[in-house]
């Protein structure tokens, strides 16, 4: 399984971009890139995912270089609501390895 | 509509006591995923079902772990002989299906867990 390697920490202020780079170095032709997000006392919730290139949704964006081993999760204009973990994790079609996540904290 | 939700949300039972949790899946999700989750540390990935059937149980830390899903909807993770150990929150998530060789899989819903505690 494709090891992932993300910072332990970010710290940021509201309104601000965040970027959060993730490197797996080891990704398998197969696998897709998906990140999520974690509140305390809350199950993961998904956030994007996606294979190579480019993809955006209504929360996020996820930038992807063309050798695939890393990706960057963009958060536009973060809040406070923002500060959660958040997972990188490449996934191959059923199980997902968690690895210990980013902790974002936003403050005012 | 309805998420995923688990009973109990916390359990305290002593060390050697038998449990039971469960998993209500969103309806119509096909597969079932268990997971359990130590303080600071990510998910770890522990059974997952296709349908009925175990598909993979790979994450099973030893024989004292058994799930079953009878009727391919609610989900029953039962733990034998609690060790303090076992200690966590134990997160169960379902997707509408697993994926195939190749493809992705869906996204997988988390519920909110169950806090157990072995004293």
């Known amino acids: 399984l494709a090891k992932t390697t993300q910072p332990i920490s970010m710290d940021s202020y509201e309104g601000q971009e965040v970027n959060i780079t993730c490197s797996h170095n080891n990704i398998a032709t197969n696998d897709y890139i998906t990140w999520y997000q974690q509140f305390p006392s809350q199950g993961p919730r998904f956030i994007i995912q996606g294979y190579k290139t480019k993809v955006t949704n209504e929360v996020a964006s996820l930038f992807i270089p063309a050798d695939r081993k890393s990706s960057t999760l963009s958060l536009p204009r973060v809040s406070l609501s923002d500060t959660a973990v958040y997972y990188c994790l490449v996934r191959g079609y059923s199980t997902l390895t968690f690895g210990k996540g980013t902790m974002l904290l936003v403050s005012p | 509509g309805a998420g995923v939700s688990q009973t109990p949300s916390n359990k305290v039972t002593e060390k050697g006591k038998y449990v039971e949790l469960r998993c209500d899946p969103i309806?119509?999700?096909?597969?079932l995923y268990w997971y359990r989750q130590s303080l600071g540390q990510g998910p770890e990935f522990l059974i997952y079902?296709?349908?009925?059937?175990?598909?993979?149980d790979s994450g099973l830390p030893n024989d004292r772990f058994f799930a079953v899903r009878p009727e391919g909807s609610v989900s029953t993770l039962k733990i034998q002989r609690t060790e303090r150990g076992d200690s966590a929150v134990y997160l169960c998530?379902?997707?509408?299906?697993?994926?195939?060789?190749?493809?992705?899989?869906?996204?997988?819903?988390f519920g909110p867990g169950t806090r157990l505690t072995v004293l």
């Open positions: 998530a379902s997707s509408l299906r697993s994926g195939g060789e190749g493809t992705s899989g869906d996204e997988q819903f």
């Open positions: 079902f296709q349908g009925t059937g175990a598909a993979d």
């Open positions: 309806s119509g999700h096909t597969a």
